[in-house]
């Protein structure tokens, strides 16, 4: 899952600079992201991971905000990376919009991705 985590990190800060898994610090600075693999199950050799991708930002003007998104949505899809410990490929599933949260300055766009992860065994 390390190196899982890791190759998804790198991923999106292609994107973006700000990006955590999980949770972000209180006091990150908007826009960021942040992803989290709320679930899994396998498939044979693979396990399939949703991952979910979410945008927040503070700023009245939402152009940024679904530019961000729609950049990491297109750019995530059929992305596909392998090295010497794993091999993954993403695909999209959903986008969700105009996302509640307690605070109504917030805005938040989540888009879930599939992404098929198979551990390499080492020789």
Avoid: C
């Amino acid at each position: 899952m390390i190196y899982l985590r890791k190759a998804i990190m790198r991923k999106l800060k292609e994107y973006h600079s700000s990006v955590y898994f999980e949770q972000s610090p209180e006091d990150t600075l908007f826009p960021y992201v942040v992803f989290t693999f709320p679930n899994s199950f396998t498939n044979e050799h693979q396990e399939i991971f949703v991952m979910d991708v979410d945008i927040w930002d503070n700023r009245e003007d939402t152009t940024d905000l679904e530019t961000l998104s729609s950049t990491i949505w297109r750019g995530l899809n059929r992305y596909f990376y392998i090295d010497e410990h794993i091999q993954i490929s993403v695909y999209r599933s959903n986008r969700l919009f105009d996302l509640e949260d307690n605070n109504p300055r917030i805005k938040r766009r989540k888009l879930i991705f599939e992404v098929k992860y198979f551990e390499r065994e080492s020789d």
